[in-house]
């Protein structure tokens, strides 16, 4: 149980492109999913958390008009890297909480990733 | 704030070799601990975790015990395999964030 899709799984496109990436709750409700970044052969940065039906939390430094979400239903959150440029280029990745009952001390839940490169 | 050190890698092994990964943490509160892994070019896998002091996380042979008087979750495993080669991340949760420590490649040889 508790799987979590992110799709799709590679982007290569050109500058100035906008790219969506989804991430999915295949078995689950998820109220709440979280966007990291990862750069190579260092730890995952978190983006922002993403609240079903509102609007998304973004950490210090992460700028909202680049990397638009948005969580439309309990199953689906998506991240919107706007205008990409050379810069964005990175590893995304989705998580969302297993039991949403169960608060702060469940584990989330990973999907598999999607590495963009912007040409 | 909330912080987790680990240490750094690469840490390389031969087959069957044991293994620790040392992890250490600063919390307020009783946070949850947990290790999560990596494979090449994957999204991160739960491990294994626990939620209050002196329990023991365990799975795959892998072992972690919540140490609140060391502050400490130091991961183990008695005999390394070749596919047990990934990055591992220790982590705890703050508020219903996850915060990682900058992981440890493992890497075993044959």
């Known amino acids: 149980g508790a799987v979590v899709s992110q799709h799709p799984s590679r982007v290569i496109c050109k500058s100035g492109t906008s790219v969506k990436i989804e991430c999915r709750s295949l078995?689950?409700?998820?109220?709440?999913m979280f966007w990291y970044r990862q750069f190579p052969k260092q730890s995952l940065m978190l983006m922002a958390t993403?609240?079903?039906?509102?609007?998304?939390?973004?950490e210090q430094g992460v700028e909202k008009d680049k990397f638009l979400i948005n969580h439309a239903s309990l199953t689906l959150s998506t991240l919107t890297v706007t205008s990409a440029h050379p810069e964005d280029s990175s590893f995304y990745i989705c998580s969302a909480n297993g039991d949403e009952t169960g608060g702060s001390n469940q584990p989330q839940h990973f999907g598999d990733g999607t590495r963009l490169s912007i040409l | 704030g909330n912080s987790v050190t680990q240490m750094e890698g690469p840490v390389t092994l031969s087959e069957e070799a044991f293994l620790t990964i040392n992890c250490t943490y600063t919390?307020?509160?009783?946070?949850?601990l947990f290790w999560y892994v990596q494979y090449p070019g994957e999204g991160l896998q739960l491990l294994l975790k626990?939620?209050?002091?002196?329990d023991k996380g365990s799975n795959k042979g892998f072992e972690a015990t919540y140490r609140k008087e060391t502050t400490s979750f130091h991961l183990e495993k008695g005999s390394v395999q070749v596919s047990d080669s990934a990055v591992y991340f220790c982590?705890?949760?703050?508020?219903?964030?996850?915060?990682f420590g900058t992981g440890t490649l493992l890497a075993v040889q044959p």
């Open positions: 993403s609240n079903e039906g509102s609007k998304a939390t973004y």
């Open positions: 626990a939620t209050k002091a002196d």
């Open positions: 982590a705890l949760t703050g508020g219903n964030k996850l915060i």
């Open positions: 919390a307020t509160g009783y946070p949850s």
């Open positions: 078995d689950f409700q998820a109220t709440t």
